[in-house]
């Protein structure tokens, strides 16, 4: 009995001593990665500004590939949505664009399960004769113990499906076909169109 007694006491202060311990970690969490992708922002734009094309490069599609996903607001751009739900490894949730800039950057809040809610930015910045597409996470604890410990492995465990879609993203882009350049008269001007009845 008096064992039982004092390992619960210890247990106790274990506890507490994790939960004080707790509100030192830091309040939120950031994972970054990045690659060069041989191509011109414009082209690579329309396949992260939608969500319809997100199971060609998303690094957990083939996970579970008979999960549910359904598509709601517009097809690209602010608003679009797209939920999901599978098998314990893939979980449920939803992501919505909040923030679109031709080019440039899309904004999404991302859901996962229960959790407090997830900012998600894809970044295109010219590069070289490519474009650097860097894909940022940023996740706020607040005064959740759990989360903040949790914050401390989440580059460990997201980085790595992070750098998975990136290259699967870059394949993607790459195999589609270049756009040809528009043609030019033997002056240099651009030809004028033909008439029309």
């Known amino acids: 009995m008096k064992f039982l007694k004092t390992l619960l006491i210890g247990l106790i202060g274990l506890f507490v001593l994790l939960a004080i311990a707790g509100l030192f970690l830091p309040s939120s969490a950031r994972v970054e990665r990045s690659i060069v992708i041989e191509r011109s922002p414009d082209l690579i734009f329309p396949v992260v500004n939608s969500f319809e094309r997100f199971n060609e490069w998303s690094p957990w599609h083939a996970i579970d ?21 599978g098998n314990d490894q893939v979980g449920s949730g939803s992501q919505t664009i909040t923030a679109s800039e031709p080019d440039k950057r899309v ?22 004769n490519g474009t650097r597409v860097t894909w940022t996470l940023e996740s706020a604890f607040g005064y959740d113990l759990a989360g903040r410990y949790f914050g401390l492995v989440l580059d460990k465990f997201v980085g790595a499906d992070y750098e998975k879609g990136l290259a699967q993203l870059k394949a993607v882009v790459e195999k589609a076909p270049t756009p040809a350049p528009p043609a030019e008269s033997a002056d240099g001007d651009e030809p004028e169109p033909e008439p029309t009845e």
């Not at 590939?65 to 739900?85: D, F, I, L, R, T």
């Open 65 to 85: 590939p008979n999960a549910k996903y359904s598509y709601s607001g517009p097809a690209s751009g602010v608003g679009a949505n797209m939920k999901w739900s």
């Open 107 to 128: 904004a999404i809040e991302l859901q996962f399960g229960d959790m407090t809610p997830s900012k998600v930015e894809m970044l295109l910045a010219p590069e070289g």
